[in-house]
């Protein structure tokens, strides 16, 4: 059985950092497109990062790049979000899903939500403050 567990979330004024965790069992992480998802209130769930685990490739949202940095340690089978610079429209519950690369690859349309599939978490929530 996949189990994604996330950590890391909290409250924060806008211009700190956070990081994320996503522990990752029961599938093979050596093969597995990761990737942090985020919903804020009333919003659609949107993309924010997509990491392959083959060979550590990684994608963004144009909204968060320059800020955000998403990384793995594949020894852990643990995927990690450091959020840099947050802005108050950053705030939501972020979750981590990860599906086999087999089905569908790993690259930047992973970033869309709707059709990413595969395994997800509970979500753990951001609030930044301004």
């Known amino acids: 059985q996949v189990q994604l567990v996330e950590s890391g979330g909290g409250s924060v004024q806008a211009g700190g950092s956070l990081r994320l965790s996503c522990g990752a069992s029961?599938?093979?992480?050596?093969?597995?497109?990761m990737g942090w998802f985020r919903q804020a209130p009333g919003k659609e769930r949107e993309g924010v990062a997509i990491?392959?685990?083959?060979?550590?490739?990684?994608y963004y949202a144009d909204s968060v790049k320059g800020r955000f940095t998403v990384s793995q340690d594949s020894a852990k089978s643990t995927m990690y979000l450091q959020m840099n610079s947050l802005k108050s429209e950053d705030t939501g519950m972020y979750f981590c899903?990860?599906?086999?690369?087999?089905?569908?690859?790993?690259?930047?349309?992973?970033?869309?939500?709707?059709?990413?599939?595969?395994?997800w978490g509970q979500g753990t929530q951001v609030t930044v403050s301004s």
């Open positions: 899903a990860a599906r086999d690369y087999t089905w569908l690859g790993c690259n930047i349309y992973a970033l869309q939500a709707r059709t990413f599939g595969g395994y």
């Open positions: 029961g599938l093979t992480y050596s093969r597995a497109c």
């Open positions: 990491i392959y685990s083959g060979d550590g490739t990684t």
